[in-house]
């Protein structure tokens, strides 16, 4: 096992409900659309991958009264803003890291274990999380970061993970992907990256049957890991050792997928 590669929003922090979703609703004000998206319908929203995306989904089944030639120019306007809004939220100290995260990050520093970031949000979205990180310059120990920009389609396509194996130079088979969304885990897959999946709120009923494992979050001391499914955990927390052991553990069933 080489590398880590980490997704970024629902894996390192939970940005969605407390993040994009109120940064979004803030651009609804400021541009006086009088939309508002509440805890559950983001949750259904969330089933479309990247912010642009969602907006134009949402006009499109909620037939909103914008007419279809305005839409992708609004959806751009909606998302330049709520990307501001969510700048501004992270440095307001909105969004904690989820248990686990930064430990497992230390120790795989420690030990000179690639880490890298695959993920569908926009990049100045993982800038801004990364300078909140407890540690600084957090952001120097990821070998290269994929976000929206770095490829067109996204998750669950595998696009953004295969630019991160190319970037990394190594083959899937020697990394092990931490998602939370069945998107997320399908894409790694599909890149033929073994993956642990920490589940949220808004994805802890999906499908993860092809999961490595499935656990609750990272654990952290005083906090154990609850886990889910697939190879068993065992201990408390998901360290390096049990990503290791899980790892020698999918290379040996030979599974397809690696
Ligand atoms: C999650 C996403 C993103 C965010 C919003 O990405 O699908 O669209 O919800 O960010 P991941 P943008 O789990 O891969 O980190 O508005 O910048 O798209
Ligand atoms: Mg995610």
Redesign the pocket.
């Known amino acids: 096992m080489r590398a880590l590669i980490f997704?970024?929003?629902?894996?390192l922090a939970d940005?969605?409900r407390d993040g994009?979703r109120i940064a979004f609703n803030e651009a609804f004000v400021e541009l006086g659309l009088g939309w508002d998206w509440d805890v559950a319908l983001y949750g259904e929203l969330?089933a479309v991958?990247?912010?642009?995306?969602?907006l134009l989904h949402f006009m499109q089944s909620n037939d909103v009264d914008v007419p279809i030639e305005q839409r992708e120019e609004l959806a751009k306007s909606v998302?330049r803003i709520?990307?501001e809004a969510?700048a501004r939220l992270m440095r307001d100290g909105a969004i904690v890291w989820r248990p686990g995260v930064m430990r497992l990050l230390e120790e795989a520093h420690a030990r000179g274990v690639t880490l890298a970031i695959?993920?569908?949000?926009?990049r100045a979205?993982v800038d801004v999380l990364l300078e909140q990180a407890p540690v600084d310059g957090l952001a120097s120990w990821f070998a290269t970061i994929a976000a929206?920009e770095d490829c067109a389609i996204?998750?669950p396509d595998p696009g953004?993970y295969r630019c991160v194996l190319e970037r990394l130079a190594l083959p899937g088979s020697a990394c092990i992907a931490i998602e939370?969304?069945q998107?997320?885990l399908e894409a790694a897959r599909a890149a033929g990256i073994a993956t642990l999946v920490t589940v949220n709120d808004y994805t802890s009923t999906q499908d993860f049957s092809n999961a490595l494992s499935i656990v609750s979050d990272l654990g952290d001391r005083g906090s154990p890991s609850r886990h889910l499914g697939g190879l068993p955990l065992d201990g408390d927390c998901v360290d390096l050792p049990q990503l290791e052991r899980w790892h020698a553990r999918a290379m040996a069933a030979a599974d397809p997928a690696l």
Do not use: F
């Not at 997704?7 to 894996?11: F, I, K, L, N, P």
């Not at 695959?118 to 926009?122: D, P």
């Open positions: 997704d970024v929003d629902g894996t940005t969605e994009h969330l991958t990247g912010g642009r995306e969602r998302h709520k990307t969510y695959a993920t569908t949000t926009t979205n929206a996204k998750k953004v939370d969304s998107a997320g």
